[in-house]
């Protein structure tokens, strides 16, 4: 199972600051790529995804940026809230697989 | 819609005791279900994923086993608790695996004392 390398491991952010969280992949296969949001206590929430096939995809606050030539992607929180302090895992799934592939989780503190 | 449950909520139980926690997913059919255990502060190890009934793969050698008895309920169980085993336990699901979407319940925390 190939590794998806997430970094960094921990963020904090002032309130209104842009919160960047980066994964790198080497499998090629990856074909999806969907970030989690996980609050203290709860499961893991899908936030967001991505294709290979766009270079960015936004919604809302969120968004990711998809670098393909370097196989990396990142997840972009502007205007950074309070209530975004979570923690966040990327992942890398490739069609036909049954196992998605995580990363390791960043955990965002912002600060008011 | 589709629902996933888990239960209990947090459970505490001595070392060498059994353990069963239960998932059911509801509004969906044949769903691929994931067990995964999250220590304190850290990621999501896999443990157990099965594509059907009774068909169970383990990701992880260790004293929990998985069964899957329906097609929309997913059972880990452990004869003897370890202290180790202590973690918040989850369960996933996906529709297949040309499904990219990947939910998760709302955990079960698992303290062995």
């Known amino acids: 199972q190939q590794q998806v390398k997430q970094s960094p491991q921990s963020l904090i952010v002032q309130k209104g600051g842009i919160s960047i969280i980066n994964c790198a992949y080497e499998?090629?296969?990856?074909?999806?790529f969907p970030w989690y949001q996980q609050f203290p206590g709860k499961g893991p929430a899908l936030l967001i995804a991505i294709r290979p096939d766009v270079s960015e995809k936004k919604e809302g606050r969120f968004t990711i940026s998809f670098n393909k030539s370097a196989k990396q992607f990142s997840l972009h929180i502007m205007d950074s809230q309070p209530g975004d302090s979570a923690t966040y895992f990327c992942?890398?799934?490739?069609?036909?697989?049954?196992?998605?592939?995580f990363g390791r989780g960043t955990s965002l503190i912002v600060h008011p | 819609s589709q629902t996933i449950h888990q239960w209990p909520a947090t459970l505490v139980q001595p070392v060498g005791s059994p353990l069963s926690l239960e998932c059911t997913v509801e509004g969906t059919s044949n769903p691929n279900l994931y067990w995964y255990r999250q220590a304190a502060g850290r990621g999501l190890q896999l443990l157990f994923y099965?594509?059907?009934?009774?068909?169970i793969s383990s990701e992880v050698p260790q004293n929990l086993s998985a069964s899957r008895p329906q097609d929309r309920q997913f059972i880990l169980s452990s004869k003897k608790l370890l202290l180790s085993d202590s973690g918040f336990y989850l369960c996933a699901w996906r529709r297949g695996s040309l499904a990219n979407e990947q939910y998760f319940g709302p955990g079960t925390r698992l303290t062995v004392t």
């Open positions: 099965s594509v059907g009934i009774g068909q």
């Open positions: 499998n090629t296969a990856f074909d999806y």
């Open positions: 992942a890398a799934v490739s069609g036909g697989s049954y196992i998605p592939t």
